[in-house]
């Protein structure tokens, strides 16, 4: 089929999804976990063929352990859509009502988008965290994986689509597009008026191409350059455990620590420290010249360097002379993504949450936190580091609009 032709197939199937109820649609989540663990060995065998041809390609380590599924991941996805079907429907919350002056009772409530467009590459979890999250709002998915994942999407999507129909919901609220051609993708993104939004989930480069080149409107996810800044009054040992988790606790994700910034004050106190236990845990530090001082193995750090997401095992590093000048630095070179201070000065902490202008900060804890199963909002559908409606991990309420309805009686207007 064409992507128009999934996509009328999908305003289909979320005309009946915008009606399910609650139960039926964790019914359906239900009916998805449970199918994913029961037919795990096909899922690893597409899974397997991947790896083969992405180590073949020559993929990068990060790369392919974003591609990795296991027994364990995989009962870990079917683990966040049970999760997410203990959640709260989103779909006919009241956000706002009243009474009116003449009578009409005014409410503002939460209804689905429709169908929900989402382009992203390499990990196949997402496949089943965005169907779910799409089901469990009321909307359709059109998912385009990429073609590096190909066999594993196609595994998933083929059991997700079986769980989904045989708990009486139509097969068509989850689709796949074809992997293996652009085409597919510059049809998703010409789809207006058939697709109601569209999610990009990837590198700068893909979401810059949606963002540039959509006619269907977009929520933008952000690539994560998240700073971690050691204030002058942290506690080291503190620090350096930060530091370590929030870098080294998975190395491919957006939330992962791609800078350390350290006060001059510690510096002298703390670099050797942290540098050492980078080293230890296999992190080369890419530091400016005032960070270099303190170790042989800092590699000279380039302007580029304090702005690229690593995604391996790099970090950039710099010592700065204040807190203000820890806030210029990460608005200069950050993506908005996540920034941590440690510090014990409550007023340090203020200042920085105030000045940061990212959608999540963190003070005393690692970057890696912020995500939707930790925030506990269930499988997030990405992180958005726009400014309009979503902002920060993306969970079900995220995935809706509103709607107004008002009530009258015979009312008529003079």
Do not use: W
Request: net charge negative; aromatic share 2%; hydrophobic share 45%.
């Amino acid at each position: 089929m064409s992507v128009t032709e999934q996509a009328q197939r999908a305003r289909a199937a979320a005309e009946v999804l915008a009606t399910a109820t609650r139960a039926a649609k964790d019914a359906a989540l239900h009916a998805m976990a449970d199918a994913l663990v029961a037919r795990t060995p096909e899922i690893l065998e597409g899974n397997a063929a991947d790896l083969a041809a992405g180590r073949e390609a020559g993929l990068s380590a990060a790369i392919l352990d974003r591609l990795t599924l296991t027994d364990a991941r995989i009962a870990g996805i079917a683990d966040a859509l049970r999760q997410m079907a203990a959640l709260a429907d989103p779909v006919g919350e009241v956000l706002r009502g009243s009474t009116l002056p003449n009578g009409l009772e005014l409410r503002q409530i939460r209804v689905p988008f429709g169908v929900v467009g989402i382009i992203y590459e390499a990990r196949p979890n997402v496949t089943a965290d965005a169907a779910g999250i799409c089901l469990k709002s009321g909307n359709a998915a059109l998912l385009r994986g990429s073609s590096s994942a190909a066999r594993s999407n196609a595994a998933i999507v083929a059991v997700l689509r079986d769980a989904v129909a045989a708990a009486g919901l139509p097969a068509d609220a989850v689709q796949l597009l074809d992997a293996t051609s652009r085409d597919s993708v510059k049809e998703l993104m010409r789809a207006r008026g058939l697709v109601d939004v569209l999610i990009p989930r990837g590198g700068a480069s893909l979401i810059r191409t949606v963002v540039e080149e959509s006619t269907v409107p977009v929520i933008e996810t952000g690539v994560g350059n998240c700073h971690v800044y050691v204030d002058a009054a942290a506690d080291l040992d503190k620090a350096v455990a930060i530091v370590l988790n929030s870098k080294t606790q998975r190395l491919s994700t957006c939330n992962t620590a791609e800078s350390l910034l350290v006060h001059a004050d510690i510096a002298d106190a703390f670099l050797p420290r942290v540098l050492d236990a980078l080293a230890e845990a296999g992190v080369t530090v890419h530091g400016s010249p005032e960070v270099a001082a303190y170790s042989p193995a800092v590699q000279p750090a380039t302007d580029a360097d304090h702005g690229t997401e690593y995604l391996s095992a790099d970090i950039s590093a710099a010592v700065v002379d204040s807190l203000a000048a820890a806030v210029e630095h990460i608005r200069r070179y950050g993506s908005g993504h996540t920034e941590a201070i440690v510090t014990d000065s409550v007023a340090a902490a203020r200042e920085f949450v105030a000045r940061v202008d990212s959608a999540a900060v963190m003070v005393n804890a690692s970057t890696r936190f912020t995500d939707g199963g930790e925030f506990g909002f269930g499988a997030e559908i990405g992180i958005s580091t726009q400014k309009l409606h979503a902002r920060g991990p993306m969970g079900l309420p995220e995935l809706t609009s509103t709607k107004y309805v008002v009530t009258g009686d015979g009312h008529l207007r003079s």
